[in-house]
């Protein structure tokens, strides 16, 4: 059974703070990683992918990835109010082909 | 990015009758469709894995005969909730995929249905 989990929180951190999301998965043969982001009632939109050990920067969004053990994080800094919503991990598991497994998500409150 | 269209984006209908959802892939083909269920501050939950021209593969726990999935076209996916309850009452994502992509994105999702069962 492959498995994805998260804190599902809530998370609340001041505006301007770093907030700080985790995820850990249980398979191996895992080989690709995103971090989806949804607000209430929309469907997920797509913050980051990494596929690779190590971090990968975009923006406010640092996505950081330890395969060894079996880790994935997020980290958004400097949070607006507007980062408030649930952040989703989902895993691509290689032997799966297509198929993405979610975590059951974090919530986040970034409050002013 | 790559655009799904879903449709209903909502619906409300009477316990007992079917609901049909479409899933359409606009400017690629997509070789896989997967449909998702969401209850209220949960997270998503795959309830079956479409390929074009073969039957859907479901999840431990989704009655496929409840939960119809038809995946005629490589643009087009259904999910019809035949008989549908209250209990049924949820957001239903889809989404889609193509091995043939480039883009590292790999998953695109329509914009979900909210179906509410009276």
């Known amino acids: 059974q492959k498995e994805v989990e998260q804190n599902s929180g809530p998370l609340s951190v001041p505006e301007g703070a770093i907030a700080s999301l985790n995820c850990t998965y249980s398979?191996?043969?895992?080989?690709?990683f995103f971090w989806y982001r949804q607000y209430s009632g929309k469907s997920p939109e797509l913050i980051m992918f990494i596929y690779s050990n190590g971090d990968k920067e975009d923006g406010r969004f640092t996505a950081q990835l330890n395969k060894a053990s079996q880790y994935v994080s997020l980290l958004i800094r400097d949070s607006q109010p507007s980062d408030s919503a649930t952040y989703l991990c989902?895993?691509?598991?290689?032997?799966?082909?297509?198929?993405?497994?979610f975590g059951t998500g974090t919530s986040l409150t970034v409050i002013p | 990015g790559a655009v799904v269209s879903q449709h209903p984006s909502r619906v409300i209908c009477k316990s007992g009758t079917s609901v049909k959802i479409e899933c359409r892939s606009l400017?690629?083909?997509?070789?896989?469709m997967f449909w998702y269920r969401q209850f209220p501050k949960q997270s998503l939950m795959l309830m079956a894995t479409s390929n074009e021209g073969s039957k859907a593969t479901y999840e431990q726990g989704v009655e496929k005969d409840k939960f119809l999935i038809n995946h005629a076209s490589l643009t087009l996916s259904t999910l019809t909730v035949t008989s549908a309850h209250p209990e049924d009452s949820s957001f239903y994502i889809c989404?889609?995929?193509?091995?043939?992509?480039?883009?590292?994105?790999?998953?695109?999702f329509g914009s979900g249905t909210q179906l509410s069962v009276l």
């Open positions: 398979d191996r043969g895992s080989q690709s």
């Open positions: 989902a895993v691509n598991f290689l032997n799966t082909g297509n198929q993405f497994y």
């Open positions: 400017d690629f083909q997509a070789t896989t």
């Open positions: 989404s889609a995929s193509s091995l043939d992509m480039t883009t590292n994105e790999k998953l695109f």
